[in-house]
């Protein structure tokens, strides 16, 4: 199965910056990466598809590139309301074996 | 709006067999371009795929639980349901219902339900 890892595990930044996340697969994943925005005792929220495509609705501060196995998430000026934990997903294999990054917490500093 | 909300029992038993049911408003769960999914996390921990039910009842299953999980829909009630058998504690998470695209991303979830398995 294929292994999705995150970095870091947890972040601390200030309201304003510009943070990026990344995930790292195991194999390649021809962009089939998803990334979710979960806040405390909330279900996770999806953010991005197909690993730079934005859901609708979702603030365009939020950006993701990437290609082959490794990918990011990049939040371009961080607000209030993005401090949260923040988990990739790969879609890339059959539908049984589908896997989650550890998640990464970003907190604020 | 589209909505999702799990149901069941709160707490059960060592070597019992879970079961929890998720209804579905706001749309149909026979719409050809959905499938339906269960997603669980232990507390303080990440996520885990269980697996996804298409309307037909075809089904794809975590291969770790396989053995244990079965996935039902009931198209005229537009709900989809999860059987865990022979639970531990390491069961013990929110279990969340969630609506997956055919690509496979999972874009309405219902709010979670929190099961723990203790005698």
């Known amino acids: 199965d294929i292994q999705m890892t995150q970095s870091p595990s947890s972040l601390s930044a200030s309201v304003g910056d510009r943070v990026t996340i990344t995930c790292r697969a195991s194999?390649?994943?021809?962009?089939?990466l998803a990334w979710y925005q979960q806040k405390p005792g909330k279900a996770p929220k999806l953010l991005l598809y197909?690993?730079?495509r934005l859901e609708s609705g979702v603030p365009s501060r939020f950006s993701g590139s990437g290609s082959g196995t490794d990918y990011t998430l990049t939040i371009s000026s961080l607000q209030p309301e993005d401090f949260a934990t923040y988990y990739c997903?790969?879609?890339?294999?059959?539908?049984?074996?589908?896997?989650f990054g550890q998640g990464t917490k970003l907190e604020i500093k | 709006q589209l909505q999702l909300q799990e149901s069941g029992p709160g707490l059960v038993k060592p070597s019992e067999t879970l079961s929890l049911t998720c209804t579905v408003s706001?749309?149909?769960?026979?719409?050809?371009?959905?499938?339906w999914g269960w997603i669980r996390q232990p507390p303080g921990k990440g996520l885990e795929w269980i697996g996804s039910?298409?309307?037909?009842?075809?089904?794809y299953y975590n291969p770790s639980l396989k053995s244990r999980v079965t996935i039902s829909v009931d198209t005229s009630k537009n709900q989809f349901s999860l059987k865990l058998s022979s639970v531990t504690a390491a069961d013990t998470a929110v279990y969340y219902c969630?609506?997956?695209?055919?690509?496979?991303?999972?874009?309405?979830w219902g709010q979670g339900t929190l099961v723990t398995v203790s005698s």
């Open positions: 969630a609506r997956r695209k055919v690509a496979g991303t999972l874009d309405y």
């Open positions: 706001g749309g149909s769960i026979s719409s050809s371009s959905y499938y």
């Open positions: 197909a690993a730079s």
């Open positions: 997903q790969q879609y890339y294999s059959t539908p049984a074996m589908y896997t």
């Open positions: 194999q390649g994943i021809s962009n089939s």
């Open positions: 039910i298409y309307y037909s009842g075809s089904t």
